[in-house]
């Protein structure tokens, strides 16, 4: 199975959890393919943003019913997903996730 490096890492993941992270721990949160394994995320933060990547944490997200409407028979579901919680070496950072200064 041969995937580019863009394919295995869907988007950043941007909430209060991850700036907190990213502040504190040098901690970046990304969402990534159903099938991607770490060595996979690894590679793509590596090669995409050009930093050494210490570890690689893989979490699958549960899907979630949200707040049924007025009619009791309407549900609304999200899609479950994989998120890759990705630690970077001291002293790195990547740009996407710096704020305004």
């Known amino acids: 199975m041969t995937t580019n490096y863009y394919e295995v890492i869907r988007r950043p993941i941007i909430t209060e959890k991850s ?3 990213t502040g504190k ?3 970046y949160v990304f969402e990534v393919r159903r099938d991607a394994t770490r060595t996979m995320v690894k590679n793509a933060i590596e090669t ?3 930093v050494n ?3 690689v944490n893989i979490i699958n ?3 979630k019913r949200s707040r049924r409407a007025r009619s009791r028979r309407l549900l ?3 899609p479950g997903y994989k998120k890759a919680i ?3 070496a001291e002293g ?3 740009d996407i996730f710096e704020g305004v200064r």
């Open 53 to 55: 990547v210490v570890r």
């Open 92 to 94: 790195e950072s990547i």
């Open 19 to 21: 700036n907190y992270l």
């Open 86 to 88: 990705v630690t970077l």
């Open 25 to 27: 721990l040098q901690q």
């Open 48 to 50: 995409i943003f050009d």
């Open 76 to 78: 609304v579901r999200r």
């Open 61 to 63: 997200v549960p899907a």
